[in-house]
Structure formats: C-alpha cells, structure tokens
Nanobody, 123 residues
C-alpha cells in the first residue's frame, strides 16, 4: 500500500507563489506517474501536472503551463509543485496522486490519493 501526504497549501495574493509538497511512503513498486490534481467548489477534479516516476518526463494543463513547475526527488519519493504568478482561478483543493497505470490524464487513472491541501488566491 502507498500513502501520500501533501503539505504547503495556504493563502496568497494574486501574483504570488506557493510550493506544494507530497511525500510518498510504502511500497511504490510499479508506480508510473505521480501528479497534482485540483478541485474547485462545484467543479470536477482536473489534472494540473503529472510526472513520470523516474522524473524524466512531465505534462502540464494548458491553464498552468509556464507558471507551475512539477518536480520529483527520487531519493525520497517526494513530489513538488512550484506555483508562480498565481491567479484567483487557481483557488482550489490540490491533491497529490499516484498511479501504476500507463494512462495519466484522468483522475480515474490514479489509484492512490493524498488528503488534499487548500490553496486560496485572492485578487
């Protein structure tokens, strides 16, 4: 079993920055992707960014491309999301997720989830 634990959420003004962290523990054998999703009130959960378990390839949603950076430290299986130039529309609960699947774009592709951390961006 794999456990994921996020940290680093908070409140910031538009244009500011935050960094989210997610530590993976347990048996990570066979994992293919580790990523960040977000869910705003009344909206469906959406992929923000994901990275291969080896950390050598990644994918970003168009809405965050150029502002967010995903990275992974393989030595301790910790995932990061550096969020710059934050906008009010980035306000959401952010979830760390991992999957053994070869598919990575949909929430149902991921079998392991963290508890979420809240990000609030004020204008």
């Amino acid at each position: 079993q794999v456990q994921l634990g996020e940290s680093g959420g908070g409140s910031v003004q538009a244009g500011g920055s935050l960094r989210l962290s997610c530590a993976a523990s347990g048996d990570t054998t066979g994992m293919n992707f580790m990523g960040w999703f977000r869910q705003a009130p009344g909206k469906t959960r959406e992929l923000v960014a994901t990275i291969t378990w080896s950390g050598d390839n990644w994918y970003y949603a168009d809405s965050v491309q150029g502002r967010f950076t995903i990275s992974k430290v393989n030595a301790n299986n910790t995932l990061y999301l550096q969020m710059n130039s934050l906008k009010p529309e980035d306000t959401a609960d952010y979830y760390c997720a991992a999957t053994k699947s070869e598919y990575y774009r949909r929430s149902y592709d991921y079998g392991y989830w963290g508890q979420g951390t809240q990000v609030t961006v004020s204008s």
